[in-house]
């Protein structure tokens, strides 16, 4: 089914976002992660996608049928020619997947630091968007060949509540948000970011600008000093000042700055929903506890 749809079934929407453990870890923590989630009906279940780390399209198979969830593998523009893309999708498809999360994809650790396209890849989510649109229309790479069965993706996108670390301005990120939004996109989901009103303030920015799809806040809970000064780093996120001097004050002891991270989370999401979030999509990795614990504490509202 539609994520778009599925956003507009129920009152508090929740949804996870897993990753493929590292090569040769199994797939049972994967599998660990998603199980305490189950009594809270998790709308839908993505898997990351990551050069080194193998597994999306096998570990989001086996999501959907062992859990009956609706799953929603990343496909990233990043290592792939279109080609490659283009039979990734083709294999999501017979697979029956129904939703795509596509994305450029992150920029590599080491030199030089900058996004670069395989030769004849897709540069820009934008373009991998307009292409399963295509093929949702049944237009694939190579038009000589007539009858193409139609795929029937539903797309998501990432967006940026506190801007692409690459972008100059958010006005220029709406710009290509919205290019997303125009070529086929049904919905967003955003960075993570820690202060609520950071996305009322999106969210007033984007509908200003033309943007209408469904935006989802993407909300990580706190579970280690160290993520303070990691997480902006890795994701252009903003930490706000009481929840940093907070964690600081706490820092030798690690349960008081997961408990804190709790009730942050627990605050940000009654905001988010407060300020009419869809659903409340939290970023696991494959660490469930903390996350479980304020769904519980939600759930009790
Ligand atoms: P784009 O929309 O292509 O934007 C990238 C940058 O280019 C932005 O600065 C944008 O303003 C600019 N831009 C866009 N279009 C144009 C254009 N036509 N001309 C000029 N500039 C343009 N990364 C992974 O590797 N694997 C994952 O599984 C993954 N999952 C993610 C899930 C979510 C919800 C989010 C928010 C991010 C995720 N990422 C993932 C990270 C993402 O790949 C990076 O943030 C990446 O740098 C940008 O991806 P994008 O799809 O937003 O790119």
């Excluded at 079934?9 to 040769?24: A, F, Q, R, Y």
């Amino acid at each position: 089914m539609d994520i778009d749809k599925l956003l507009s079934m129920h009152p508090i929407n929740c949804s996870l976002e897993v990753t493929p453990p590292s090569k040769g870890k199994g797939i049972k923590p994967v599998f660990e992660t998603i199980k305490p989630f189950i009594e809270f009906k998790p709308l839908f279940v993505d898997v990351t996608y990551h050069y080194h780390k193998p597994g999306t399209l096998s570990i989001a198979t086996a999501i959907k049928y062992k859990f009956g969830i609706e799953t929603v593998p990343h496909i990233v523009c990043g290592g792939f020619t279109k080609e490659e893309t283009e039979n990734f999708l083709v294999e999501l498809s017979y697979s029956e997947f129904e939703s795509v999360m596509a994305l450029r994809g992150d920029a590599p650790e080491g030199p030089p630091y900058m996004f670069t396209p395989k030769p004849n890849g897709f540069q820009y989510a934008s373009e991998l968007v307009e292409h399963i649109k295509n093929m949702n229309r049944g237009n694939y790479l190579n038009k000589e060949q007539e009858h193409r069965m139609p795929t029937n993706f539903c797309i998501g996108v990432g967006c940026y509540p506190e801007v692409h670390p690459e972008s100059s301005s958010l006005l220029e990120d709406l710009k290509y948000f919205k290019l997303k939004q125009d070529l086929g996109a049904s919905y967003a989901i955003t960075q993570m970011f820690f202060e609520p009103e950071v996305y009322r303030s999106f969210i007033s920015e984007c509908r200003e600008f033309g943007i209408t799809l469904p935006i989802i806040p993407g909300i990580k809970v706190l579970s280690h000093p160290k993520q303070v000064e990691v997480l902006p780093q890795l994701f252009g996120c903003k930490i706000p000042k009481d929840l940093l001097e907070e964690v600081i004050r706490k820092q030798d002891d690690i349960n008081s700055v997961k408990q804190w991270g709790v009730e942050h989370a627990v605050y940000q999401c009654e905001q988010l929903l407060k300020y009419g979030a869809p659903d409340l999509h939290f970023y696991v990795q494959n660490d469930p506890a903390l996350t479980v614990e304020v769904m519980h504490r939600l759930a009790k509202r």
